[in-house]
């Protein structure tokens, strides 16, 4: 999982890890309930789905995602640990003909911020949900914010300078602005916009080595070092492994974060 673009790589559990300590208090957030049937959006591997699944036992889960390796992981996820009320399709959640009024709750870990037209994506959730559905999503608050996001960016540029940042593309803080999210989501027909700040630190690793491998597989950052000469690319490596260096503590690499629960309600 690479969650600066929503790009998909199954691995050992790697996103799940980073985000060991957002992800308790989202379930606390998405409270779901014994009956519930629950839309995860931008599933990845599924954690979030399934767990969604074994609270809601008399109903369950249904994951979406476009990418077919992501689907692929979590199905195998899911069957791997008997969870037998979650499904996984790989869709379009902007898109995808879901069926009308269908869900309870429509959740997301950092799975809605990709889309190229968020006001369709979102109605197009809205018409899944039942008439008191309602939608929580996890979402960055903006880049200067995030330890990571600046850490990694500035490591990039020191010796290169700003050609070596990346522009365009999916854009992982595009709901990261309260006046410009809660807009959408109105938009989009959902009502009872509330953001909460959640202020926990992503995990990268226990140790540098492999919280370099993590970080060389965001978008972010690959694309950059891409488009570097062989040299500078090494420099940049070098940078970012000083960069994680200074970041290890006696439990492995971790870097202040902060992001938005925000919550909603179907119009
Ligand atoms: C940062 S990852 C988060 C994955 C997962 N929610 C988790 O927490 O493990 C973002 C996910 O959103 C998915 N995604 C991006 N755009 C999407 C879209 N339009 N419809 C469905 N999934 C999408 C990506 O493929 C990716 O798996």
Redesign the pocket.
Known sequence: ???AT???TPGPSG??AE?RRHDRILRRACDVQLHDHVL?????????TRQAARTAQAGGALG????AP?VERARELARAEGVRNVTFEH????V?RFPEQRFDLAI?????M???DSVA?FTNVRRALRPTGRLVMMVWQPPEHNEWDVAIRQSLEVADGPVASVSGG?D?FSLADPPTATEILQAAGFTDVVFADVHEPVYYGPDVAAALDWVRGFTCTSEVLKRLGPAAAARAVGRLRETLSAHLSDDGVWFDSRAWIITARRH
């Open positions: 999982m690479r969650h929503g790009e998909h996103y799940d985000l995860d959006i931008g599933c990845g591997a599924g954690q979030t979406v995602d476009v990418s992501a869709a379009d959640a902007q995808h997301s870990r950092f799975g809605t990709f889309f190229d994506a999916p992982p």
